[in-house]
């Protein structure tokens, strides 16, 4: 199911109430896009389809990456009770950092590293390399919290441009 916020004002197929730009959806049937209010909108499959109605995935350079607010908001929706994180190491002379966290929830405990160097940061956030290591291993740790295979945006090297 292909679903998406619609662009323009519209009518619901179903109650017919009269819904603004922004304020329903649309979904892509077999007959083409048929736009819903909110109450109406119909729930998707899977977490991709999730991911995707919410414009939690982003495409870059022809593939998919997972957006960190996607991860946390299906984490919470999933029974997400703690994230923990320590900094195993850090260089600051070499702006090296190495964070380990700790994701437990009803789905069980799942444990992701996450490392930031000069190599793999991009100039606007490679002072802030520390957070960036932890911003990666709590990414990492939400995706196999819910099951996600796909890379988090978050977790690819600084210089990633956008192709759509």
């Given at each position: 199911?292909?679903l998406?916020?619609?662009?323009?004002?519209?009518?619901?197929?179903?109650?017919?109430?009269?819904?603004?730009?922004?304020?329903?959806?649309?979904?892509?049937?077999e007959?083409?896009?048929v736009?819903?209010?909110?109450?109406?909108?119909?729930?998707?499959k899977?977490?991709?389809?999730?991911?995707?109605?919410n414009?939690d995935?982003v495409?870059?350079?022809g593939k998919?990456?997972?957006?960190f607010s996607?991860?946390l908001?299906?984490?919470?929706?999933?029974g997400?009770?703690?994230l923990?994180t320590?900094l195993?190491?850090?260089?600051?002379?070499?702006?090296?950092?190495?964070?380990?966290c700790?994701?437990k929830?009803?789905?069980?405990?799942?444990?992701a590293?996450g490392?930031?160097?000069?190599?793999?940061?991009?100039?606007?956030?490679?002072?802030?390399?520390?957070r960036?290591?932890?911003t990666?291993?709590?990414a990492?740790?939400?995706?196999?919290?819910?099951?996600?295979?796909?890379?988090a945006?978050d977790?690819?090297p600084?210089?990633?441009?956008?192709?759509?």
């Amino acid at each position: 199911m292909i679903l998406a916020r619609n662009k323009k004002a519209m009518s619901c197929a179903i109650c017919r109430k009269d819904v603004g730009p922004g304020e329903g959806w649309a979904w892509k049937s077999e007959v083409g896009w048929v736009p819903v209010c909110e109450e109406h909108k119909p729930e998707p499959k899977n977490l991709l389809e999730q991911l995707r109605a919410n414009n939690d995935i982003v495409k870059l350079q022809g593939k998919e990456f997972v957006l960190f607010s996607g991860l946390l908001s299906i984490a919470h929706n999933n029974g997400l009770e703690s994230l923990e994180t320590t900094l195993e190491h850090v260089d600051w002379e070499k702006q090296r950092a190495l964070t380990k966290c700790v994701a437990k929830g009803v789905r069980g405990t799942f444990t992701a590293y996450g490392d930031a160097t000069p190599e793999n940061t991009s100039k606007m956030v490679r002072s802030a390399f520390v957070r960036m290591s932890e911003t990666r291993a709590i990414a990492r740790s939400l995706r196999f919290y819910n099951g996600i295979g796909m890379t988090a945006r978050d977790e690819l090297p600084g210089k990633v441009s956008n192709e759509d």
